[in-house]
């Protein structure tokens, strides 16, 4: 059985990190309390910015701080977030999130510097996970455009972390992200991606390193905006030998009826300026209507198509424990089915619940509170970590 004995972790991009301050701030206001509001062990996937982590290569007190602050309080750290470079809670965010992408030497940087934080953060005898973002925009960066940057530098990481475990004894994965409107946006995209990633590579030490420490960060919300059979991309992906590293826990917004008038209104309550929330439309006939960010105007006069389709998905992480948000629907089905086919690897990922929108929700105070985001947490992790035992339990 594939599914982590590790404590669950949850993606700590939910709360501001553009400082170190802004970092601490945010473990002593938010993860402390859910720690001690849940009672058992948790871990904290880290996440911080570029100038944040430039804070931390130029003062070892931070790191030796923030070591002993996890220690006192019972937390662990195995995971990083590793795709947001600039500041994650701007007010407006939507396609600058893939920014710097893999096409940019800033990105390479920055991710060996994430890695040697990690390091240093890592338990004894855990291996670590960063997730990364999935190469670049398409929009910005076509398909196809800059491979021959993209696989130097992606090497170029693996043996970084190769050498990392040479030295320190620390195993350390990079987890490339797929995600709506990407290079590696599909199943297909991603397996045919290590396909040619893994035939571009000509020295067998580089080979050895691609194979060991690069793979995938499966974000479930991703795939189910995809109408994708979530198993049996899963299985997919253990058949080509492609790694799944990390999994994010995670929900997707979903209209089950286009034609609901009142549906589609509250729907409309959830555009909002900062983050990116690509929106699919399944068809009657197999087709998957796209459009790059969920608008007023799509809500409230839809194209005909669109009226018509089966169901639409929007790139809106939901909260993993809710089964439906007003007259709307969430993938919570997919991610179950996801998870059961997880547990059916061999070789184990990570697991972290990753909603980052609590803060732009419509149906959550908009002033970030700390009560509102602990409670909410307390409850994503809560669902998640029962469906987990009911799991195993079907497992034996």
């Avoid at 992408?101 to 390479?108: A, H, L, N």
């Avoid at 050895?208 to 479930?220: F, K, Q, S, T, W």
């Avoid at 799944?244 to 979903?254: P, Q, S």
């Avoid at 908009?366 to 909410?376: E, I, R």
């Amino acid at each position: 059985m594939a599914l982590s004995a590790l404590p669950l972790s949850y993606c700590a991009n939910v709360h501001p990190g553009r400082t170190f301050a802004e970092v601490a701030e945010g473990l002593k206001r938010y993860t402390a309390p859910l720690r001690e509001r849940l009672g058992t062990p948790i871990a904290v996937g880290m996440w911080m910015t570029r100038d944040a982590l430039t804070e931390v290569a130029t003062d070892p007190k931070l790191v030796d701080w923030l070591q002993g602050w996890l220690r006192e309080h019972d937390l662990t750290c195995y995971t990083m977030n590793a795709f947001p470079f600039g500041n994650f809670h701007a007010e407006r965010v939507k396609e600058n999130v893939y920014l710097p992408d893999w096409t940019d030497v800033r990105r390479e940087e920055y991710t060996r510097d994430v890695a040697d934080l990690l390091a240093r953060l890592l338990p004894e005898g855990v291996e670590g996970s960063l997730s990364t973002s999935p190469c670049a925009f398409k929009a910005l960066h076509p398909q196809g455009a800059d491979v021959d940057v993209y696989f130097p530098r992606l090497v170029s990481i693996a043996r970084h972390l190769q050498d990392l475990r040479r030295r320190t004894g620390r195993t350390i994965r990079l987890a490339i992200e797929p995600e709506p409107g990407c290079l590696l946006e599909t199943t297909d995209e991603a397996l045919g991606f290590f396909k040619d990633l893994r035939g571009w590579v000509k020295e067998a030490k580089d080979a050895d390193a691609v194979r060991e420490h690069l793979g995938l960060c499966y974000d479930i919300c991703h795939q189910a905006v995809e109408f994708e059979d979530v198993a049996e991309s899963i299985d997919r992906l253990d058949a080509a030998e492609i790694r799944l590293v990390k999994v994010h826990v995670t929900c997707a917004l979903e209209l089950t009826d286009p034609r609901d008038e009142a549906a589609r209104e509250h729907l409309a309550r959830f555009v909002e300026p900062r983050y990116l929330h690509q929106t699919t439309a399944l068809t009657d006939d197999g087709r998957l209507l796209w459009s790059t960010d969920l608008s007023r105007e799509q809500t409230s006069a839809p194209a005909e198509d669109w009226l018509g389709s089966r169901a639409w998905r929007i790139h809106f992480h939901v909260p993993v424990h809710e089964e439906s948000l007003g007259p709307l629907g969430t993938t919570r089905h997919v991610l179950d089915r996801a998870l059961r086919q997880v547990a059916r690897l061999e070789q184990t990922p990570h697991l972290e619940v990753e909603t980052y929108t609590w803060n732009v929700l419509p149906t959550e105070p908009q002033n970030g509170a700390s009560f509102d985001l602990v409670k909410g947490l307390s409850a994503e992790l809560q669902r998640t970590t029962s469906f987990l035992e009911q799991v195993r339990a079907e497992q034996g």
